[in-house]
């Protein structure tokens, strides 16, 4: 559909821009990388990952936040799950950059993603 073709689009744009803002220019290995049933956002040389995830918070309602949520949930664990068994590296952290924040459903999904999931969480 058109809207999903569109938000496809601004999450590509989304994720350039993050893979080549100053804070993780250098140590960028790869944009898009294909891993077993998905990819990565941006891998970095040290094993890193970044998901990048535009959200319009002013948009979402609770159907659609948990939606959202649980997609983190299942990326968080491939990437993990990447990171452990075929980079040989548990210690890889992983970032989840938001392109903004709202005072409503941004703490909700800081907290989730920090204290339920572990991984660290920024906004550009």
């Known amino acids: ?70 997609k983190l949930g299942g990326q968080i664990r491939k990437y993990k799950d990447y990171q452990i068994n075929t980079l040989n590296n548990p210690d890889a952290e992983i970032k989840v950059v938001f392109k903004n924040e709202d005072s409503y459903w941004y703490p909700e999904m800081k907290a989730f993603l920090e204290d339920d999931k572990g991984v660290l969480v920024e906004v550009l």
């Open 1 to 70: 559909s058109k809207n999903e073709n569109w938000g496809r689009l601004k999450g590509a744009v989304f994720e350039a821009e993050v893979a080549v803002d100053s804070r993780y220019v250098d140590d960028v290995v790869e944009v898009r990388k294909k891993i077993p049933n998905g990819d990565i956002d941006i891998l970095f040389k040290n094993d890193d990952i970044i998901e990048a995830k535009n959200i319009d918070w002013s948009t979402i309602d609770r159907k659609e936040f948990n939606k959202h949520k649980s």
